[in-house]
């Protein structure tokens, strides 16, 4: 069996020892780039955040990512403390201080801050709240299609935590991910709460069916940026698209299955559950639908 492959796994880059890290205002060497042991980020997975990708200067569906990080900060009762303007004249500050023009990934993080005794409640986080953003330069390296394996961890129900929200807690999905790899498996395919057919730990599920895509309704996934942007290239494009419940029957017989994310863009699926889909290689919906987004992104 052949190592296992991420939908993160990018190019070594001898350039990412040096990066600047943008820390609550300041940009500061790798090695300095430090956060309190006691900031609720690290302390309880209190925070959330985004991943932006950069593709020939231009910082790609960038409004879209603030609006939701923006989003999910107003969701949790965090104050991000800055405005919309603010936070991307950091991120802006940050690709100055890296000198980088394209091929870069974007992490922002923001925590509710540094809280005064190691407990639970927001309110002892009176100092905050943390800001930080890591940029490095990535690009994709991925040497054969992804292997999926379906596993027993779901994408819960909103009231528990919404899995349209891009929280520092991601437990439940790390789990999925080491469930997968004990299988034998890259990544995990995560049903939702009635046995459909729903998302990865990582990314977005989209299968292929003579020559319609399908993906989940969206009721139990990430609100996916690049999602939506595979959809509205579709339709777009005369490709019939649907949001729909299907099941493990339809996607182990499906002619194509592909990932969505920031990262990886569109990333082929080549078995689930040992099950080879298409011809286990990138098919041609997928091919498609790749040269479609790049155009869209200028890559």
């Not at 200067?57 to 609006?67: A, Q, R, S, V, Y």
């Not at 991601?170 to 034998?184: P, Q, S, V, W």
Request: hydrophobic share 40%.
């Amino acid at each position: 069996m052949t190592d296992n492959v991420s939908t993160h796994q990018a190019e070594e880059d001898a350039r990412n020892d040096a990066i600047l890290i943008w820390v609550n205002g300041r940009v500061v060497p790798k090695a300095e780039a430090m956060v309190s042991v006691y900031d609720s980020g690290f302390m309880l997975g209190d925070g959330v955040w985004e991943g932006i990708r950069l593709y020939n200067n231009h910082w790609t569906f960038l409004d879209e990512h603030i609006d939701r990080l923006f989003d999910a900060a107003k969701v949790i009762d965090l104050d991000i403390a800055r405005s919309r303007d603010e936070v991307i004249a950091a991120v802006l500050e940050t690709q100055r201080a890296n000198a980088m023009t394209t091929d870069a990934h974007a992490r922002l993080m923001v925590t509710r801050g540094v809280k005064t005794r190691p407990f639970q409640h927001p309110k002892l986080s009176q100092r905050g709240p943390t800001m930080v953003i890591i940029m490095e330069h990535s690009r994709q390296k991925q040497p054969r299609p992804i292997r999926l394996a379906t596993v027993p961890h779901m994408r819960g129900l909103p009231m528990t935590q919404d899995p349209k929200l891009n929280s520092h807690s991601k437990l439940n999905c790390i789990l999925a991910c080491i469930a997968a790899e004990k299988a034998g498996a890259d990544e995990a395919l995560m049903l939702d709460v009635h046995g459909f057919v729903n998302t990865t730990n990582a990314c977005n599920f989209f299968i292929v069916r003579k020559g319609e895509v399908w993906t989940s309704t969206g009721d139990y996934c990430m609100n996916g940026i690049t999602r939506q942007k595979v959809i509205d290239l579709c339709r777009a494009n005369g490709i019939p698209v649907y949001e729909r419940n299907f099941s493990l029957v339809d996607t182990y017989s499906a002619d194509e299955a592909f990932l969505t994310g920031t990262f990886g863009a569109q990333t082929p699926v080549g078995s689930i559950d040992g099950r080879i889909i298409g011809s286990g290689q990138i098919g041609p919906m997928t091919e498609r639908l790749r040269g479609l987004y790049k155009a869209l992104v200028g890559a």
